[in-house]
């Protein structure tokens, strides 16, 4: 069982708009620790998408952005391609484990 | 160009031990924290543990389930980290990442990640088995 939780599974058409929530406690999120999201295609390593809640790393498209509120971490994919399909994690570190944490993912399907 | 090679991985059996290495180039090496997080066949991601950087203590973290199995060490005049793991279980099978932690900041007196993991190798294939 993660310590942040996230759906495990989002889906939409090309050209919608989708979002995967990150839902963590007062150890992580909550203490002003920040979320990081990455994206997973199949059969590669992750890739850092989303970091200090809502910074892109260069090369990253305009079409994804995170926020923070509370809690919880939100990462919007806007105008959704069939190259978008992959898996995608959120992080953040807790204070109680002394280390990082991860989401348990969610997949991403465009229909 | 940043760059980060995990090597060692391979067939062991239960009860064994195997030794990880994490080869960067392309950025002064001694001065990131390395992580390293493993991914189950088909599962989602799992945080190992870091070691800081010289400038923000050197010390490592664990995740506690692997604590006491799993060690953390670094070379920064070979620009290499390693992962020693020792009495290997069946579910320690899994495909091996040592990440580059983009950044660190002190609190408090104690030093955390900051950043994410900005840059991962290909990984490298752990599989415990007899």
């Known amino acids: 069982q993660s310590v942040l939780t996230q759906p495990p599974s989002v889906s939409g058409a090309p050209g919608q708009r989708v979002t995967i929530s990150c839902t963590g406690s007062?150890?992580?999120?909550?203490?002003?620790?920040?979320v990081h999201w990455y994206q997973q295609l199949p059969g590669t390593a992750p890739k850092l998408l989303i970091y200090g809640n809502s910074n892109r790393p260069s090369g990253v498209p305009d079409r994804f952005s995170g926020s923070k509120s509370g809690t919880s971490g939100s990462l919007a994919i806007a105008g959704l391609q069939a190259e978008d399909e992959a898996d995608y994690y959120c992080q953040s570190y807790d204070i109680i484990l002394s280390g990082y944490v991860f989401g348990s993912g969610t997949r991403v399907t465009v229909l | 160009e940043v760059q980060l090679v995990e090597s060692g991985g391979g067939l062991v059996q239960p009860g064994r031990s195997l030794r990880l290495s994490c080869t960067a180039s392309g950025f002064t090496f001694g001065d990131y924290a390395m992580s390293w997080v493993r991914q189950a066949p088909g599962k989602g991601l799992e945080w190992i543990g870091f070691?800081?950087?010289?400038?923000?203590?050197?010390?490592?973290e664990y995740a506690a389930s692997l604590k006491g199995r799993f060690t953390i060490s670094r070379d920064d005049s070979k620009s290499i980290a390693y992962l020693q793991m020792n009495s290997l279980k069946t579910e320690d099978t899994a495909v091996y990442y040592c990440?580059?932690?983009?950044?660190?900041?002190?609190?408090?007196?104690?030093?955390?990640?900051?950043?994410?993991?900005?840059?991962w190798g290909p990984g490298t294939l752990v599989t415990v088995s007899s």
């Open positions: 990440p580059r932690v983009a950044s660190e900041f002190c609190r408090g007196g104690v030093c955390y990640p900051r950043g994410g993991n900005d840059y």
């Open positions: 070691t800081r950087s010289k400038a923000y203590g050197g010390t490592t």
């Open positions: 007062s150890s992580n999120i909550g203490a002003g620790f920040d």
